[in-house]
């Protein structure tokens, strides 16, 4: 039982942040029909600009506080990725966004090398060490159960469960989220009705390229090291989730984050580490034998 809430925790930390990048595939495929491959590495590039960020504040300039160098750093790496993938949005994919379905998913994978290419060369290929931040624990005890739970992934929880909330909010009661489900709905018949639509997409490539940075900033504090590479792997999962829970829908993106965090979690712990991926990959398909559309995917429905 003791081993049990100690991963049970684990998961939902990893899941927090792989729901955080899902959400960003999924609005962009809700709101234009395609899957942004180039998502995972947007969120990569983001934790090398937290990670530079943060050596500036602290080395260069002598900023000791922590709490006020991170929140400087989730801003300014929100900042310059949401204008990174505002600029990506432009040039990669607006000018095919009328072409046959098959040209803004090269697109988006050709920007997919690029960025990761980028940051090699820019960056290296070694890993790149973060000085360690919020490093107390908290031991919780309680007759025979001892878990212990980390500042740290605290802080990972807090941010995702604030941001989702804010999210939702954007969404459900401000002008741009009925913008974005009405193009959802019908992109011509919003354009139709007023909305700008070319403005509404660029602002959800911001958004969710915002998304995508928190979670950079996040993986980068809680696992100490960044690399080029680390745009594929938990790009590949966040999208795996956002398919496991229903691409399109934003609660079904944060849903299947955090179920593919905890399967790959308790697999490491009570199977084996070398075969969680394959673990969180096989559930996937099995769910989507079962349910096509994911768990909470509403069937598509083709218009004569």
């Given amino acids: 039982m003791e081993n049990f809430l100690q991963q049970l925790i684990n998961g939902m930390t990893l899941g927090s942040i792989y729901g955080l990048i899902a959400i960003g595939y999924t ?33 260069v300039l002598g900023i000791a506080y922590l709490p006020l160098a991170f929140l400087i750093v989730l801003v300014v790496a929100m900042a310059f990725t949401g204008l990174w993938n505002w600029a990506i949005e432009r040039v990669a994919y607006r000018p095919l966004r009328g072409s046959f379905r098959l040209a803004p998913l090269i697109s988006a994978i050709g920007m997919s090398i690029l960025l990761s290419n980028f940051v090699q060369v820019a960056q290296g290929p070694r890993n790149k060490t973060v000085p360690p931040m919020f490093t107390d624990l908290i031991h919780v005890t309680d007759g025979p159960l001892s878990v212990t739970l980390s500042y740290k992934q605290i802080l990972i929880m807090a941010v995702t469960a604030a941001l989702l909330l804010g999210f939702w909010f954007l969404v459900q009661k401000t002008a741009l989220g009925r913008a974005q489900r009405a193009c959802a709905q019908d992109r011509k018949m919003a354009a139709l009705l007023g909305v700008d639509v070319d403005r509404t997409i660029s602002l959800t490539f911001v958004i969710g390229a915002a998304l995508a940075a928190v979670a950079g900033v996040l993986y980068m504090l809680y696992y100490g090291v960044v690399n080029f590479s680390d745009g594929f792997t938990p790009g590949v999962k966040a999208f795996t989730a956002a398919v496991l829970g229903g691409i399109g829908s934003l609660p079904g993106a944060v849903i299947g984050g955090l179920l593919i965090g905890l399967i790959e979690t308790f697999w490491a712990a009570y199977f084996s580490a070398d075969y969680k991926d394959v673990a969180a990959f096989s559930v996937l398909a099995v769910t989507l034998v079962f349910m096509p559309s994911g768990l909470l995917g509403r069937p598509e429905v083709e218009k004569v």
Avoid at 30 to 54: E, Q, T, Y
């Fill in 27 to 59: 609005m962009v495929f809700g709101i234009i029909g395609m899957v942004n491959f180039a998502h995972g590495d947007v969120f990569m590039l983001s934790a090398f600009i937290a990670l530079l960020v943060f050596l500036i504040l602290t080395q």
